[in-house]
């Protein structure tokens, strides 16, 4: 008889899909986890720098959510009603994410992840403005739906089975590999203007819809000027089209200045799709849309059966208040501007940091075998993760070549956790 860890990954081996594979070329076990850290089968313990998969927002197991947990198992709280019965957990959540929510968005929907709230966003657009056609962007992502892997920009996540439906792609606003040679802050915003060619050549001259994360997440935290949004925006609006901003990555207050990324750009979308960190871990997604926009389905029948269980509800609704309670957003701004300065300092001692980048607690590093020639470090990349797990840090990698290290600890992480993640890169960089 082997170990757990052989016997589980026999079973992955034999009983799971060949797309399910676990970090790390020795699969790591995690066992239990309190705030910014988590432990695994052996009590090694490890500071948490990417939670899961960027769905840690307030800490691993809050004491709030713990104690509300613990008074509804007590109390017998029913586990499971869907929409067709109200409990007040749902209704309640509705009203926390509308007051958070920017402009006249108030109309909420609850699913179980991103994937089916993009899909929702993508299909209530295209009822509300009677036409088919998405413009998405390369290097973007937006889920595992069929929808949502046609709008995805990457080829690594497409199947032949999945071909696009009346979406087209424009061109990434990724400012480190422009695709027009322009730098950062000295640019027309050529990207932006291509959303306005595309539409132009490659629809009917009407859209349905623009998605767009206000930074790409699985492609490799690609962070746009601000000001990209607001022009690519304006061109949506001129042809007709909604514009849905996918912040299930973005949102929470992740990146430092607002509960939801795009306000930064003085955008007021007319979808928000959120999922991750909107649950702390608990599986909810949502969509947040304006009042004309969800109006639109009246007399179609559309629902999730297990969006806004109770336990899910209750944990999201929780996450909005610890968030303004505990002043979280602020705090990835102070720790997010203090690991980004730590980042560049790193990048001026290891250049196989090519470019640093991201806002608030939602940074990424990209590693490149020369700073000149920015061919991809992607082999360096999935040894360096390895490193950071030898060393007691847990990282995320993404980017089309992968070779993106992604750094998103939770929004409450302290001063000393943000000192020891940087002395755990420095020190993992020194045994590439």
Not at 29 to 58: M, Q
Not at 134 to 157: D, F, K
Not at 187 to 213: H, L, M, R, S, W
């Amino acid at each position: 008889m082997g170990t757990n860890k052989e016997n589980w990954m026999e079973i992955r081996k034999n009983l799971f899909f060949p797309t399910l594979t676990p970090y790390y070329t020795d699969p790591l076990v995690l066992v239990k986890a309190s705030g910014s850290r988590v432990w695994d089968d052996s009590n090694v313990e490890y500071l948490d720098a990417i939670g899961g998969i960027v769905s840690i927002s307030v800490g691993h197991n809050h004491p709030r959510i713990v104690k509300k947990i613990r008074e509804m198992l007590d109390g017998n709280v029913i586990q499971h009603t869907t929409h067709l019965y109200l409990t007040g957990y749902m209704e309640r959540l509705a009203q926390r994410l509308a007051e958070v929510a920017p402009g006249d968005l108030g109309k909420c929907f609850f699913t179980n992840s991103g994937s089916e709230a993009n899909e929702l966003s993508v299909m209530t657009a295209r009822v509300a403005t009677g036409e088919q056609t998405i413009v998405a962007l390369r290097h973007a992502y937006h889920g595992g739906t069929g929808t949502t892997l046609g709008l995805c920009g990457h080829g690594t996540w497409k199947f032949r089975a999945q071909p696009p439906a009346s979406i087209v792609h424009a061109l990434e606003p990724y400012c480190y590999r422009c695709p027009f040679k322009a730098t950062r802050g000295n640019c027309d915003f050529e990207c932006a203007a291509d959303v306005k060619n595309v539409i132009e050549t490659t629809t009917n001259g009407k859209i349905a819809a623009f998605i767009a994360e206000p930074i790409q997440g699985v492609g490799g935290f690609i962070d746009p000027p601000v000001e990209y949004h607001k022009r690519v925006f304006d061109i949506v609006k001129s042809f007709g089209g909604k514009y849905i901003s996918d912040e299930v990555q973005t949102g929470v207050g992740r990146a430092g200045k607002h509960f939801f990324a795009i306000e930064e750009s003085g955008v007021v979308p007319d979808f928000i799709s959120m999922a991750k960190g909107f649950g702390n871990g608990a599986p909810i997604g949502a969509c947040i849309a304006k009042k004309e926009c969800a109006d639109a389905m009246t007399g179609k029948l559309q629902f999730n059966t297990f969006g806004g269980d109770p336990y899910q509800a209750m944990q999201a609704a929780e996450v909005i208040d610890i968030i303004k309670e505990e002043n979280l957003i602020n705090n990835a701004k102070v720790q997010g501007d203090f690991l980004k300065e730590g980042l560049l300092a790193l990048q001026k001692d290891f250049p196989i940091i090519g470019d640093v980048r991201g806002r608030g607690l939602l940074l990424g590093m990209e590693l490149v075998k020369d700073p000149k020639t920015k061919v991809p470090a992607s082999d360096e990349n999935a040894k360096f993760l390895n490193l950071t797990r030898q060393n007691g840090l847990l990282i995320g990698k993404g980017g089309l070549k992968g070779n993106v290290t992604r750094l998103t600890p939770p929004l409450n992480i302290t001063r000393a956790d943000a000192q020891e993640l940087l002395s755990k890169l420095r020190k993992s960089f020194e045994m590439i």
